[in-house]
């Protein structure tokens, strides 16, 4: 028995709500899953960096800076997309107020003891905490 009209609309709803809520269950679900998402979206923005190579190697061969300059920004826009799409970034969720998220940092190996890499606020606050710091230590 097909689903009537007012059916398969609450179903688009359920779905998109699902989508915006948990991305990463929802894309489980499709089957596609986000390494497979960023891989893509690393080659597609290599072969818009090549693009943007011959673009800004024109202009130059051509004399023509307009050219060149905007071969650059194409390279420049293509290298930071494939960055935040290789580090997982590119459109993930924004942490609602209400829930905490879990970062995972980047393992890093100091003196043989293993320390996970903080990610807490910006530059600046951790420059001001580890300055707070230090003036408390009497360093």
Do not use: C, N
Not at 8 to 24: T, V
Not at 27 to 53: C, E, N, P, W, Y
Not at 114 to 138: L, P
């Amino acid at each position: 028995m097909p689903l009537s009209e007012e059916e398969l609309r609450l179903l688009e709803q359920m779905e998109r709500a699902l989508s915006e809520e948990d991305p990463k269950f929802a894309s489980t679900l499709r089957g596609t899953t986000f390494r497979q998402i960023a891989r893509r979206r690393a080659v597609l923005a290599g072969v818009i960096f090549v693009l943007g190579i011959a673009v800004l190697m024109t202009g130059a061969i051509t004399e023509q800076i307009a050219v060149g300059v905007v071969g650059f920004v194409v390279m420049l826009g293509s290298a930071t997309f494939g960055l935040t799409a290789l580090r997982g970034q590119s459109h993930a969720p924004a942490p609602s107020a209400g829930r905490t998220t879990r970062h995972t940092g980047f393992s890093v190996i100091d003196g043989g003891r293993k320390a996970r890499a903080r990610s807490h606020g910006s530059f600046m606050d951790r420059m001001e905490e580890r300055w707070r710091r230090r003036r408390d230590q009497g360093f």
